[in-house]
């Protein structure tokens, strides 16, 4: 599934996605610098009806929000991802929450074999003068081909 969006439609996007999420639920966010995810995180939050201020755990490796209907567990793996095992991935993947891992491809093997991943590309449009986005939405594993069916 391929979107184009501007940052108010991803953030509504992401929220609109964030009420289907259930507990043990992986997302990984792939995409440049400035592309977007942690703005989609902030949308997927109030989803999952977290409204703490969401920042970036580039320095922190995980921000966790626990105020909503499920944790949400933030990791940034940027900085980690030759050495997955410098923070206990598993106790968050196989937690009560829902895991949103920021360049989790860079975990490689590392990954679960099931999880939604958003790959988000930002450009300007000719025709425009907001920044859009195209967000594709890859299912990896029968949860997510469902989940995308529901959307």
Do not use: C
Not at 31 to 55: R, S
Not at 74 to 80: L, S
Not at 133 to 142: A, C, S
């Amino acid at each position: 599934m391929k979107l184009k969006v501007n940052e108010e439609e991803m953030l509504a996007f992401a929220e609109h996605l964030g009420s289907f999420f259930q507990a043990q639920d992986v997302l990984v966010l792939t995409g440049e610098l400035g592309a977007g995810k942690t703005t989609f995180v902030k949308g997927l939050a109030i989803g999952l009806g977290i409204h703490q201020m969401i920042k970036s755990p580039t320095y922190t490796i995980v921000r966790e929000y626990d105020e909503g209907k499920l944790p949400l567990y933030h990791m940034d793996v940027y900085r980690a991802g030759d050495d997955p095992d410098s923070f206990d991935l598993d106790d968050y993947l196989f937690g009560d929450g829902v895991s949103v891992i920021e360049w989790g491809e860079l975990l490689g093997s590392a990954l679960p074999d099931h999880y939604l991943e958003v790959r988000l590309d930002k450009y300007v449009d000719g025709f425009a003068t907001d920044a859009v986005r195209e967000l594709e939405l890859i299912p990896h594993g029968q949860r997510y081909e469902g989940l995308l069916r529901q959307l």
